[in-house]
């Protein structure tokens, strides 16, 4: 089991472009989770998907929007990129939500950068 | 307001001296506590979470609900504990959405 994959590694963008992140959880694991690091900083929760649907969300503007498909994979979309979008987006899978099954395993991220 | 703090940007110590990696949370209601590690050029992965009361490494930490703390210690530090150490806390039954702190780096030198 190759765990969780992320993929581009590194993608560069301009200002206002739009960018896409794929995500492929743990085997076994049916819940995704995307959290974005800016440099020098611990992780923020951006949203959480179950059963293809967000679940939760956190203080993120609608620019960032997701996905899960069937398979359980998940995308993460953010539309008018910013400057300020540049960071590590770091996507999570855990094998459920109740109590007991949170523990989020860790993909290698996507380094973005937005000039 | 959930917050997770972490004082210490970077803490360096000798190898076999005792670490103590700080936490602090606020959280009105019954947090889960973690501790997150990440070596050089690997993932994020998970080192504790309270409710294990599980060593890994070498590593503890006790939740203190009075202090509203979860520090990371350990007697001895080697070499190899040299890494990013980030404390995070989830709600109970939020279903595992976690809140960092900033992370504290450690250095243990020869």
């Known amino acids: 089991d190759a765990g969780v994959t992320q993929s581009p590694t590194h993608l560069i963008k301009t200002r206002g472009q739009q960018v896409t992140l794929r995500c492929s959880p743990k085997?076994?694991?049916?819940?995704v989770s995307w959290y974005q690091q800016a440099l020098g900083q611990g992780p923020q929760f951006i949203f959480q998907?179950?059963?293809?649907?967000?679940?939760q969300r956190g203080n993120f503007p609608d620019r960032f929007s997701g996905h899960q498909f069937p398979n359980y994979s998940s995308e993460l979309n953010v539309n008018a990129l910013l400057l300020g979008d540049s960071a590590l987006y770091l996507c999570?899978?855990?094998?459920?939500?109740?109590?007991?099954?949170?523990?989020?395993?860790f993909g290698p991220g996507t380094r973005l950068l937005v000039l | 307001a959930q917050r997770v703090t972490q004082p210490e940007k970077l803490l360096s110590v000798f190898k076999g001296a005792p670490v103590e990696l700080k936490c602090n949370y606020s959280y009105s209601g019954s947090p889960e506590l973690f501790w997150y590690v990440q070596y050089s050029r690997q993932r994020l992965q998970l080192l504790l979470r309270?409710?294990s009361r599980e060593s890994i490494k070498g590593f503890t930490a006790d939740l203190n609900k009075g202090e509203t703390s979860f520090h990371l210690k350990k007697p001895f530090a080697q070499e190899e504990d040299s890494a990013m150490y980030y404390c995070?806390?989830?709600?109970?039954?939020?279903?595992?959405?976690?809140?960092f702190g900033q992370g504290t780096e450690l250095s243990v030198k020869p």
């Open positions: 998907y179950y059963e293809e649907e967000e679940r």
């Open positions: 995070a806390l989830s709600g109970y039954n939020q279903g595992g959405k976690l809140i």
């Open positions: 309270h409710i």
């Open positions: 085997s076994g694991h049916d819940t």
């Open positions: 999570a899978s855990s094998p459920g939500v109740d109590r007991g099954k949170e523990t989020q395993y």
